[in-house]
């Protein structure tokens, strides 16, 4: 069954850190474009940023304006894991997080069509 499972997630202050991390259990998803997206409660799900695979070994990231500068997205390609590195954490930040895979395409990666979620982790960033 694959399976993607992030961690990492809690409660910290503004202008804190925190790391999250998403493993793929299953299969691989080297020649996948890993994504992150939020949901706050009451509001639709938003995309955060992406990890576009691009051929081969080559990757590139895409970040939301309401990020870019604060947040950054890697990948780790020996352990098929990706994660999610947010800093200056504001209280609009407080969302459930959530892991997703796609297929590369070539709009814009928040609307890719993502075949596979993580069950979310919960990120709460206190004033």
């Known amino acids: 069954q694959v399976q993607l499972v992030e961690s990492g997630g809690g409660l910290v202050q503004a202008g804190g850190s925190l790391r999250l991390s998403c493993a793929p259990s299953?299969?691989?998803?080297?020649?996948?474009?890993m994504a992150w997206f939020r949901q706050a409660p009451g509001k639709e799900r938003e995309f955060v940023a992406a990890?576009?695979?691009?051929?081969?070994?080559?990757?590139?990231?895409y970040l939301s304006d309401s990020v870019k500068g604060r947040f950054t997205i890697s990948r780790v390609y020996a352990k098929n894991t990706v994660a999610l590195q947010m800093n200056s954490l504001k209280p609009e930040d407080t969302a459930v997080y959530y892991c997703?895979?796609?297929?590369?395409?070539?709009?814009?990666?928040?609307?890719?069509?993502?075949?596979?979620w993580g069950q979310g982790t919960q990120v709460t960033v206190s004033s």
């Open positions: 997703a895979a796609g297929l590369t395409a070539t709009r814009d990666p928040a609307k890719y069509e993502y075949y596979y």
């Open positions: 299953g299969r691989t998803f080297t020649s996948y474009t």
């Open positions: 990890n576009i695979w691009t051929g081969g070994n080559t990757y590139y990231t």
